[in-house]
């Protein structure tokens, strides 16, 4: 086994027990491999061991990536989630080549992905990102500001609006963490009760996905549990990539 076929098992074994702690069933939590700085062979890796849903966070280096693997992964259905922040010139490349979208936070953004999806495409499928620890300077909309942003993102003809994404600040205590994620997991139960068919709740990563699992998580984040420490981006060579 290389090692990352035998991190993906054991990601996949604390997900199965953190399921089984919440009284779920194993199937109930998709993991979504994060690529994010890592090169294509170590992508291959991952889906050579079964892997199939991989996350990135830089448009395009996601868009390479996926061009590299397209002909050594043809007939494996892939799919491709954008988890970084979206800039407006960003929107066609993403839009033309990703299948999900976790990071919506305003409306202008979902509008303009769901206008540029390619007619022959399937839905755009996309989480708003929110911001249940206010206050930290991050990205995400205001919980109070989600209900109208949810309806609106909800309409558009080609987008799917899935559920919600959030990245709570790490903290030391576990009870404070699963509130973190426990708010997450009442706003959707709300947007719910409103009439939207959420099923997708983003969160919980390498750190924190136990937490995340107990308090509902659909959809786990992983990166280096899986692929290993992450090279600093800004010092990141072609020839440096791939290596875990
Ligand atoms: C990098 C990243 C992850 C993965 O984080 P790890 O701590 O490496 O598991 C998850 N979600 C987002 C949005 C990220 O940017």
């Not at 205001?142 to 709570?168: F, T």
């Not at 899986?226 to 600093?232: D, E, L, S």
């Amino acid at each position: 086994m290389t090692t990352i076929s035998a991190n993906l098992q054991a990601i996949k074994d604390r997900i199965a027990s953190a399921c089984d702690a919440a009284g779920r069933p194993a199937g109930d939590v998709r993991l979504l491999a994060v690529s994010k700085t890592f090169g294509a062979a170590a992508v291959h890796e991952a889906v050579a061991a079964g892997q199939r849903l991989f996350g990135e966070n830089y448009v395009q280096e996601g868009i390479d990536k996926m061009q590299e693997l397209h002909a050594s992964t043809a007939g494996v259905p892939l799919e491709w989630h954008c988890i970084g922040p979206i800039q407006s010139n960003k929107t066609r490349l993403v839009a033309t080549h990703f299948d999900w979208v976790h990071t919506i936070d305003r409306l202008k953004t979902a509008q303009r992905l769901s206008d540029q999806r390619p007619g022959d495409a399937p839905p755009l499928q996309v989480c708003i990102q929110v911001n249940v620890d206010q206050g930290a300077n991050k990205s995400g909309v205001a919980p109070d500001e989600l209900p109208e942003l949810a309806q609106a993102v909800a309409k558009l003809p080609h987008l799917c609006l899935r559920g919600l994404m959030s990245i709570p600040e790490p903290t030391e205590d576990p009870q404070e963490q699963r509130a973190l994620f426990r708010r997450v997991r009442q706003l959707f139960d709300q947007l719910n009760a409103t009439g939207l068919c959420l099923d997708t709740l983003s969160m919980g990563m390498s750190d924190d996905l136990e937490a995340a699992v107990a308090e509902g998580s659909t959809l786990v984040r992983v990166g280096r549990a899986i692929f290993g420490h992450r090279p600093r981006k800004d010092t990141l060579t072609s020839s440096a990539q791939g290596l875990a």
